[in-house]
């Protein structure tokens, strides 16, 4: 059967072959599967400068998972010179969030290409339309939802002092993150306590303090 799918998929044009192995993984996301397995997903989420993307890289170096950054995946989308980056480019700069289905479609696509069946998503969902659109259109519950609580001042801090060079990480833009989060991301973050689905881990701490709180959450669910 399968031999016979590869023989008849090389008589089809390629742009025709690619969308149907896309249409076939999109199911499989759908139906929760990857490869036979089922796909994982863990959300990541916390204050701008909490330390999300310095602690999923250590989780994807000790764990195998594949780390998606939503923020990530949207400044990639504005350097590509997509027709939604100006406008994405715009609400970043002013601390807002860009609108579900934008940034959805992307984390969509990311999970198809990974082809793995663990993900940590970091920074999503960061509002209630996020996280309701995410749960319809992509239909897979998390295993946890993984919180770095940290307090304002060292987030302020963190940032002032990333030197990534982000258009976002100035002090007017990040009071309006923060602002942003604590009314929009933190209800996200209580929905989920609510459900009994939070890890909350203390992430003041320096950086490889708070990994050893990861990874014993981490271990224990391997
Ligand atoms: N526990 C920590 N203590 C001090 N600085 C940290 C800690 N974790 C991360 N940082 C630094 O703070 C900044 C923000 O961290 P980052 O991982 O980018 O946070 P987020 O993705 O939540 O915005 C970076 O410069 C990072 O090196
Ligand atoms: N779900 C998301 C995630 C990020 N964004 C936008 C708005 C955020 O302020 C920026 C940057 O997000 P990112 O997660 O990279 O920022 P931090 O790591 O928390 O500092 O991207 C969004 O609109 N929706
Ligand atoms: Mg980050």
């Not at 969030?97 to 940590?120: M, R």
């Not at 749960?135 to 295993?143: A, G, K, L």
């Not at 929905?191 to 992430?203: L, N, Q, R």
Request: hydrophobic content about 40%.
């Amino acid at each position: 059967m399968r031999g016979g799918l590869v023989a008849s998929a090389r008589l089809l044009p390629r742009p025709l072959v690619r969308w149907f192995l896309q249409r076939r993984a999109q199911q499989d996301i759908n139906e929760n599967m990857s490869g036979g397995k089922k796909v994982k997903i863990i959300f990541v989420l916390g204050g701008p400068g909490s330390g999300k993307g310095t602690q999923c890289s250590n989780i994807v170096e000790h764990f195998g998972f594949i780390h998606l950054s939503a923020g990530e995946l949207l400044r990639a989308e504005i350097n590509s010179g997509s027709e939604n980056g100006t406008m994405i480019d715009t609400i970043i700069k002013e601390g807002k969030i860009v609108p579900s289905e934008i940034t959805i479609k992307l984390l969509q696509e990311a999970i198809i290409k990974g082809g793995n069946d663990k993900y940590i998503i970091d920074g999503f969902p960061r509002n209630e339309e996020n996280r309701v659109v995410f749960e319809s259109v992509i239909n897979i519950s998390p295993e946890f939802v993984l919180f770095f609580d940290c307090s304002e001042e060292e987030m302020e801090r963190r940032l002032l002092g990333r030197n990534q060079g982000r258009s976002d990480d100035n002090i007017e833009t990040i009071r309006k993150r923060l602002k942003v989060f604590v009314e929009s991301s933190l209800p996200v973050i209580e929905y989920y306590e609510s459900k009994g689905m939070v890890k909350k881990i203390d992430a003041t701490k320096p950086a490889p303090e708070v990994f050893e709180d990861v990874k014993a959450i981490f271990t224990h669910m391997a």
